[in-house]
């Protein structure tokens, strides 16, 4: 089996990717915290991403990478974004070229549209971005980085914009965007496996009644998903009108993401 390197890999959509990626690849597992409940073919790093001595010698031999790890917030300051999701996604990407990785995937968010209303249009694969958030931005950043090394070097990237990984749906509008762990390995496998990727976008959802995203270009590489959103509802979900007008950003791609208050470089909020 090749080696896949995940990074991120104690967190949920780690964990729940681990045991359905563990069949087809030897998995690296890297975070800060230790990963635990190893199994066989499982081997961990527990580091930072961002030390650049770290990434080289957590990509040394790797057929692919699955960058997880991010900082993420609807409150959070731009400076707290720099080190981990900049200066670290470059970090892998550079490490990738001079190790000679063939395939890296980056996963991204539907919160780099998460800006757009979704009362002005049926859907949105195709819209330019309009980030939610410092969050968000470093997302738009990754995906552009992306794009640079999969054209200037002989290394693949595949995106995915992850829409709402939780274990169940819980409001009218994740149900929108909602995706299984066995949908997104599916897509994890076209995004290293597939003959024609060399740098592609594609979204990390499941089937839905009303979706925001129709998913086009993943359904053309072969994705299909398993799974639809409906037939996974919290107990505690909440329709339409049951959610909070101004508080759960429930007309927003990026839910109350769109509506945080951004904070400002010099510490105040404008």
């Not at 539907?110 to 330019?128: C, I, K, M, S």
């Not at 009218?172 to 965007?177: E, H, I, T, V």
């Amino acid at each position: 089996m090749q080696t896949l390197l995940i990074t991120g890999a104690a967190g949920i959509v780690g964990t729940a990717l681990r045991p359905l990626l563990r069949e087809h690849y030897q998995l690296r597992l890297l975070d800060r915290r230790p990963v635990g409940d190893l199994q066989p073919g499982e081997s961990e790093i527990v580091g930072d991403l961002t030390d650049p001595a770290l990434v080289e010698r957590a990509v040394e031999g790797v057929f692919g990478i699955l960058h997880l790890a991010c900082a993420h917030g609807t409150d959070i300051a731009f400076q707290s974004t720099v080190e981990p999701n900049y200066h670290a996604t470059l970090y892998l990407l550079e490490a990738a070229q001079r190790q000679g990785a063939r395939r890296f995937l980056f996963t991204s968010s539907h919160h780099v549209v998460g800006q757009y209303r979704t009362d002005v249009a049926e859907t949105f694969d195709d819209v330019p971005a309009a980030p939610d958030s410092y969050y968000a931005m470093s997302k738009v950043f990754g995906e552009a980085a992306c794009a640079a090394f999969s054209l200037r070097y002989d290394l693949a990237t595949f995106i995915i914009r992850i829409g709402n990984a939780d274990p169940q749906v819980a409001d009218a509008r994740r149900l929108r965007m909602w995706t299984s762990a066995r949908d997104l390995a599916q897509l994890v496998r076209i995004g290293l496996e597939h003959p024609q990727v060399r740098h592609e976008v594609v979204y990390g959802v499941s089937e839905s009644p009303h979706p925001l995203f129709h998913n086009r270009r993943a359904r053309e590489l072969g994705y299909q998903p398993q799974d639809n959103a409906e037939d996974h509802l919290a107990p505690g979900y909440l329709p339409y009108e049951a959610m909070d007008p101004m508080t759960s950003g429930r007309d927003h791609v990026g839910g109350a993401y769109a509506g945080a208050t951004l904070v400002s470089l010099l510490g105040a909020r404008p």
